[in-house]
């Protein structure tokens, strides 16, 4: 908590403005049948948002679970869930009464707050930062206790500046909501598109059976390796990465197929090494360790070479075309087989011959840029979307930055929408 706080904000710990871990009330009209809402670690998401609500029986869950009731928060107490913001704003409860994980810290507000404000409040970063570094535990068992939750110093405004500063962060929550569900439509869209033209192409009304399923009667079906022309495992060094030097694309700039260079690193290379490991224009990229599935398509005309737990592959452009080969990897057609070659593994890596033997559909050239557009339009569509959700998240947290710190103060007049 900052050391300078407006004049008229209280000042205590978090226990003079809400009940940490209260009890439920035992209610007479409760019994065994009574169908209660019941809530686990995964219902939540990592911005604090309740996305599902189960339903259970009283009797299933009165007992060695968290109790809760509308209006609650609920706070993740263990790592990594505390850290990445897991809980949420508890509302809409079959019977007003909620059941949960056993890892739910429960916030109830008392008369002198808002239980909007208190659960914006602990979605804030200083809230985050301060119980992470107060985690108690060994390594993978840290939570973060009841009682430093208890004792945490807070500053809060008066009752009145709690709700509308909770009035205009909701209206932000709001917009990030729609729009991640604007997302998640656009999404499915893509999945259910690509199905159809994977497997059914354009205008075609002949099919036949194949290792892929059913395929148009025109099109074959081949393997990645009869595609190739090359390929090369990425550049391995113990050498630091520096502010100058060449570009090193990873795992994490890969992004289905975008290549990003906001985060990217560089690093100091010989020329030979660059010139072994250099990526062109037009060249695959392959994760073949953890985030097996991505994979990027290099379109920019900067220097780089790729790391070591990237496959650099060149495609026959007379056969084949990036977009299509990309669409058919995101595809169950490919996903499928990649689960084949890692399933009962515990160390979760692929190599240039797994690649190279998966089966894929090959329609003509002109065809799978046809289908690539199609697809491409809602991948279009899906990035406008993601632009925006993260704007808004950044106002959302600049908005946090100084409305919950007093350094920006709200006026009773002031509307509560706080984007246009």
């Known amino acids: 908590m900052s050391n300078t706080v407006p004049d008229d904000w209280s000042v205590g710990t978090l226990t003079d403005f809400s ?3 209260p009890r439920l009330a ?8 009574t169908p209660v809402s019941f809530i686990k670690m995964e ?6 948002v309740v996305r599902n609500i189960r339903t259970a029986s009283y009797g299933q869950v009165s007992k060695g679970f968290t109790s809760f009731q509308n209006g609650d928060v609920l706070v993740a107490k263990i790592t990594p869930c505390f850290e990445n913001g897991k809980g949420g704003f508890v509302q809409g409860l079959r019977n007003g009464v909620g059941f949960g994980s056993t890892e739910f810290h429960v916030l109830r ?3 002198n707050s808002s239980a909007k404000f208190l659960y914006q409040f602990t979605n804030s970063e200083d809230f985050r930062l301060k119980g992470a570094v107060n985690m108690t535990g060994s390594a993978g068992q840290r939570r973060v206790p009841t009682e430093y939750l208890k004792t945490l110093d807070v500053a809060f405004p008066p009752l009145f500046e709690q709700q509308k500063i909770a009035a205009i962060l909701f209206s932000v929550d709001d917009v990030i909501e729609k729009t991640r569900a604007q997302i998640d439509k656009l999404k499915d869209l893509k999945t259910g598109m690509m199905q159809e033209l994977l497997t059914k192409g354009i205008g075609h009304t002949e099919f036949k059976d194949s290792p892929v399923g059913r395929i148009p009667k025109q099109w074959t079906v081949v393997r990645i390796g009869d595609l190739t022309v090359e390929h090369k495992q990425g550049y391995y060094s113990k050498e630091k990465y520096s502010e100058r030097g060449t570009y090193v694309v990873r795992i994490t700039d890969m992004s289905n197929p975008k290549i990003s260079f906001a985060d990217m690193p560089r690093m100091e290379i010989s020329d030979a090494d660059k010139e072994a490991y250099k990526i062109s224009k037009g060249d695959f990229l392959f994760a073949r360790s953890g985030a097996i ?8 005309g900067d220097e780089a070479v790729f790391a070591s737990y990237i496959i650099r592959f060149r495609f026959s452009t007379e056969l084949c075309t990036n977009r299509f080969i990309g669409y058919c990897y995101e595809s169950d057609i490919c996903q499928d087989q990649l689960s084949s070659i890692t399933q009962g593994s515990s160390n979760i890596n692929i190599n240039a011959q797994n ?8 329609p003509s050239v002109q065809e799978q840029k046809e289908i690539a557009t ?6 279009n569509n899906i990035e406008v979307l993601n632009s925006r959700y993260q704007k808004f998240k950044c106002i959302k947290a600049a908005l946090m930055q100084d409305l919950l710190t007093g350094k920006v103060r709200v006026k009773i007049d002031q509307k509560e929408s706080a984007v246009a």
């Open 43 to 48: 219902d939540v998401s990592n911005n604090a």
């Open 19 to 21: 009940d940490i871990n």
């Open 293 to 300: 599935g991505r994979y990027g398509i290099y379109e920019s």
């Open 109 to 111: 507000a008392r008369k």
């Open 374 to 379: 199609r697809i491409e339009s809602i991948d």
């Open 355 to 362: 690649i190279k033997d998966i089966l894929v559909p090959r």
């Open 26 to 33: 035992q209610r007479s009209e409760m019994n065994t049948d």
